[in-house]
C-alpha cells in the first residue's frame, strides 16, 4: 500500500479530534499487525471496502477515552450504547474522508461495530494490516487500515 | 465601335431597358408633343372665338347705326318742323352714318376698326359666299340711307367748307324719314343675318381648331395614361415572370431537396447504422456540455444510461467522478471552448485518457470501471460551436496492463530473488531468513510501543526508535551483500536513504514513520517471496546433492557455522574489493572463529560483516597509495583467536593493514556532531570511541558499503549490549587497526 494512502487516515483521525474535541491528537509510530495479535480496546467499528479498493478499515478504542469525548460531541451521560454509536461514527468520518481523497471507486460500508476483545482482523489477500495509534488526551485508540488497491471489476 | 449584335444582345438581357428606348422614351415625346400642339390649337381657338365675338358685335352694330341714323332724321325732321335747333342730331346723324360706313366697308375691303369694347379691331373682308351676297345687299341698303343721310347732313348741319348747303324742305326730310326708316327695317333684318353668318363662319373655324386640339389632348392623354398602365402592366407581367420563374426554381429546388432528402436519407441510415453498431461513445456536446441529439448506441452502455440526447454530461460525470476530478474535467472542457486556446496543447492535457468511475450496481454496491474519453473541437467562423467526444470502456486494457505490470514487477522480483538464493546453501538461506525475520520483528516491536507516545516522549524517543530501525537495516543490508541478495540489499539501502532522510530532521513526529512501516512491510513482502522461492528449491537440491555424492562429513563441514561465515566473508571481501577498488586477502583462523561462533553464529557473522565492510571501505588503502608508503599492495584481513581472558571471556580479534582511524576526521565528526566538546583536550580514547556514537560517519559519501555511519553502532549494540561482551580497538595510524572482541560463554 502507499504510504500517501495511511497519510490520508492518519491525517483524518488526527482532524477528526482536533475539530470535534478541539484537542491535538497525536499519531505514535504506526507498526503492522502481528498474526493473532489482539488489537482490539473495548469497543471496535468495522468498516468494508469494496470499489478501487478492497479490505477493511477499524478503528478501536478503549471505555474510557469514548467517555471522555462523548460529552464534548453533546452526550453529557456516557453509555455503552453511545460508545458504540461513537466509533461507528468515528470509523465512518475517515472512512468517508479518504473516499473525498481517493475519489468515488472508494467505496465504504455501513459501519459494524463489535464490542470487546478479541478483534479478529480481516485482511484482504496479499495485504498488510497496518496499526496507527493515536493518543488523545492520554487515552490511546487505534486506526487499523487492511486494503489493497483492486483491479476493475465488473 | 461595338457590334450592333452585342448592344442588341445587351439589351435584350435588359428588359426595363428596352422598354425604356423602344417604348416609354417615345411615348412620353408623343405625350410632349400632342400637349404642346393641344396648347397652340387651344391658343389659336382663343384668337378665333375672340376674332369670332368681335366680328358679329361689329356686326351687330350695323343694326344700332342704322337705328340711329333713322332716329336722328326724325328728330331732324321734328326739330325743322319745330324750328329748333337739330345741331346735336345732326352730329349724331353723321357720327352714325361714318360708323355705320366704315363698318361695311370693313367687312368690304378689310380694315382696322375700333369694337364695341374700345378694342382696335384688323376686319378681315368677307370672303364666304353667303355672307358676301348679305353684304352685297347690305350695300345696297346702305347706300340708299348714306345718299339721303348725308343730304340731311348738308342741308340741316353746319356748313362744310367748299360745300353749299342745300336746306331740306320738311317735304324733303319726311320723305328722307320715311325712306330710311323703311331702309334701315331692311338693313336691320339683312345685318341679323349677316351676324348669324359670321357666328356661323365662326363657329366653323373654331370647330376646326376644335378637332385637331382634342384629338392632340386625347393622344396625350392616351399617353400619359399609358406609361402608367404599361408600366404597371409590364411590373405585373415581371412580378408575373418572376413568381413563375420562382416557381420554377423552387420546383427545381424541390426536386433537388427531394433527390438531397433521399441522399441524406440513406446517409442518415448509413449513420444511424454506424451509431447502433460502433464500439465506441460517440457524442456531440455543447459548450454547456449538452449532449447533441445522435449519439452512438454503445454510449448509452458506456454510461449505463438511456435518453442522454438533451442530458449534461458534466451532469453525468459529477455522480461519477471524485469531486476533484469532476472540476478537473469541467476546467478542461471550458479549456475546449476557449477558441484562444490552442487545440493541439489542450488535447496533449487530457486528463480523462483512462479516468476511474463508479456506477452504482443494481442490486447493490457499485460497479468499478475505467474510461478512456479524446476530444476533438468544431470550429466554425473562428468559434468553438461543438466539441466531439470519443468514449472507450478501457477497463480491460487497463486492468490487462496492471496485471502484466504486476506480474512482471513480480516475475522480475522473483527472478532477482531466485538468481540471488540459487548459490546460497540452504542453512545459509535458511539462516538469512531467519535473520530477516528477527530484524524485521525487532523493528516491528520497536515501531509497536506505543507506550512512549502515551506518555508524551515524542522526539528525542522516536529518534531512538529509528535508529534500533537502522540497525536492523544495517544488518539486513550486510548480511545481504554476504550471500550477495542483491534483492534485499538494494531494498534495505533504500530502506536507510529513507530512515537518514528522518535522522535529518530537526523533530520527528509519529507521521514520519508512515514511510517506516511502509518500508517494512515491503521488505517483509520480499521475504515472502524468497520463502515462497526456498520452498520451491527444496526439491531441486536434494536430487543435487545427491548427484554430488557428498559424503556426511563434507556435509557436515559444508553446513558448519564457521565455514559458513568464512565463505561469506571471503565474498564478501571480494566483491566489496572489486566494487571499491581495492585488492584485499583474508585469512581466517578457523578453530578461532569456530569457538566463538558456534554458540551465536548469527551475531558472529554480524559483526565480522560490519568489520570487514567498515575495514574495507575506510582503513584499507588503493593499492598506489600502499605502495607509496612502503606497503605491499594487496592489504590483509585477518581474524584469529585470542587468548581466553581471566574474567572468562573468549575473544577473537579482526586486524587490517590499512590506515586505521583517521584521528583527524574523527575528532572533527565528533566536534560537529557535539559527541565531543570542539577544542576541548580530548584523550584519543575518547576521540576513537565516538566511532561507535549511532550514524556515525567520516565518509564524505554513501554507498552500498558505508556511508551510513551504522556498522560500528551494530558491532557495539551485537558484542555489548546484546552479548554482554566488550570491545578493545587498538591502533596504530597508517599501520593497522585491531578491533578485539571479547565473548561471555554461552548460557
Known sequence: M???????????????????????????????????????????????????????????????????????????????????????EITNTISGNAREELGGGFMISTPFVLEGGPLTVHTAKDSTCYILPVTWNHHRSRVLVSIQQNLATS | MKNPLFLITAIRRRPLLAWTLFFYVPVILVAVASIIGAQRYTEKLNVELANGQHTVAIAGRITAFGEQISKSILLIEKSVHDKTNAGKSVYELQVAADRLDQTINAFNDGSEIVAPDGVRFMVDSVTDEKALAILQEMNVIWVGIKTRAD??????????????????????????????????????????????????????????????????????????????????????????????????????????????????????????????????????????????????????????????????????????????????????????????????????????????????????????????????????????????????????????????????????????????IVHVAPDELEAFVTLVERELDTINDTLRAEHIVTSGGQGEALRERLQTVFRSVHNLKGNAALLKLTTFQK????????????????????????????????????????????????????????????SDSSAAAISSPATQITAGLQQ???????????????????????????????????????????????????????????????????????????????????????????????????EAAGLITPGGDHAPADIARCIFAPGFSTATEVNTHAGRGMGMDIIKAKVVDEAGGAIEVRCTPGQFCEFHLYFPAAA
Open chain 2, 151 to 420: 343730304a340731311v347732313v348738308l342741308t340741316s348741319g353746319p356748313k362744310k367748307q367748299n360745300s353749299e348747303g342745300i336746306p331740306f324742305t320738311e317735304g324733303a326730310l319726311s320723305e328722307a324719314a320715311t325712306f330710311v326708316s323703311n331702309q334701315q327695317t331692311r338693313l336691320s333684318e339683312q345685318a341679323l343675318s349677316f351676324s348669324r353668318r359670321l357666328e356661323e363662319l365662326a363657329n366653323d373655324r373654331v370647330k376646326a381648331l376644335e378637332t385637331p386640339r382634342t384629338t392632340l389632348i386625347g393622344v396625350a392623354a392616351i399617353s400619359i395614361l399609358l406609361l402608367p398602365g404599361v408600366f404597371f402592366i409590364n411590373r405585373v407581367r415581371h412580378a408575373r415572370n418572376a413568381a413563375s420563374r420562382l416557381a420554377a426554381e423552387l420546383g427545381a429546388s424541390q426536386a433537388k431537396l427531394e433527390t438531397q432528402s433521399q441522399a441524406l436519407s440513406i446517409a442518415k441510415a448509413e449513420t444511424d447504422r454506424i451509431m447502433e453498431t460502433v464500439q465506441e461513445g460517440l457524442m456531440l456536446i455543447d459548450a454547456q456540455g449538452v449532449i447533441g441529439d445522435y449519439h452512438s448506441r454503445e454510449l448509452t452502455f458506456i454510461l449505463r444510461q438511456e435518453e442522454l440526447a438533451g442530458r449534461s454530461l458534466l451532469g453525468i460525470l459529477e455522480r461519477l467522478l471524485s469531486e476533484k476530478m469532476f472540476k478537473t474535467t469541467k476546467d478542461y472542457i471550458d479549456l475546449l471552448f476557449d477558441a484562444n486556446r490552442k487545440e493541439k496543447a489542450i488535447l496533449k492535457v487530457n486528463p480523462l485518457t483512462d479516468i476511474e468511475v463508479n456506477f452504482p450496481h443494481p442490486a447493490g454496491g457499485f460497479i468499478n470501471r475505467y474510461l478512456g474519453f479524446s476530444f476533438r473541437r468544431i470550429v466554425e467562423n473562428g468559434v468553438v460551436i461543438r466539441v466531439f467526444v470519443a468514449v472507450r470502456d478501457v477497463t480491460t486494457q487497463i486492468e490487462l496492463e496492471k496485471k502484466l505490470r504486476d506480474s512482471e514487477q513480480h516475475k522480475d522480483r522473483q527472478l532477482d530473488i531466485l538468481l540471488g
Open chain 2, 572 to 670: 564478501l571481501v571480494a566483491d566489496a574489493a572489486r566494487d571499491l577498488d581495492k585488492v584485499t586477502t583474508l585469512t581466517i583462523d578457523d578453530y578461532a572463529l569456530h569457538t566463538v561462533a558456534a554458540d551465536r553464529p548469527a551475531l558472529i557473522r554480524d559483526v565480522l560483516i560490519q568489520l570487514t565492510r567498515n575495514s574495507l571501505a575506510h582503513s584499507i588503502e588503493p593499492s598506489p597509495v600502499r605502495l607509496a608508503v612502503g606497503k605491499p599492495p594487496a592489504a590483509t584481513l585477518s581474524v584469529r583467536g585470542l587468548p581466553r581472558t581471566e574474567d572468562g571471556l573468549f575473544g577473537i580479534v579482526f586486524r587490517d593493514d590499512g590506515a586505521g582511524l583517521d584521528m583527524n576526521a574523527i575528532r572533527q565528526r565528533a
Open chain 2, 491 to 550: 531494498a534495505a539501502h533504500l530502506f536507510e536513504s529513507k530512515l537518514s532522510e528522518l535522522l535529518d530532521r530537526p523533530v520527528l513526529t509519529g507521521d514520519d514513520f508512515l514511510a517506516v512501516v511502509v518500508a517494512q512491510a515491503g521488505l517483509r513482502a520480499d521475504l515472502g517471496d524468497l520463502m515462497e522461492l526456498r520452498g520451491k528449491l527444496v526439491g531441486l537440491r536434494q536430487p543435487v546433492a545427491a548427484a554430488g555424492n557428498l
Open chain 1, 2 to 88: 502507499e504510504e500517501t494512502i495511511l497519510k490520508i487516515f492518519a491525517r483524518s483521525i488526527t482532524r477528526y479530534f482536533a475539530m470535534v474535541a478541539g484537542g491535538e491528537a497525536v499519531l505514535g509510530t504506526p507498526y503492522l499487525s502481528a498474526e493473532n495479535e489482539s488489537v482490539a480496546l473495548d469497543f471496535s467499528a468495522v468498516i468494508g471496502i469494496t470499489g478501487s479498493h478492497r479490505g477493511n478499515i477499524y478503528y478501536t478504542a478503549p471505555r474510557e477515552k469514548l467517555h471522555a469525548l462523548l460529552p464534548l460531541i453533546g452526550e453529557v451521560t456516557p453509555d455503552d450504547r453511545l460508545c458504540a454509536e461513537l466509533v461507528g
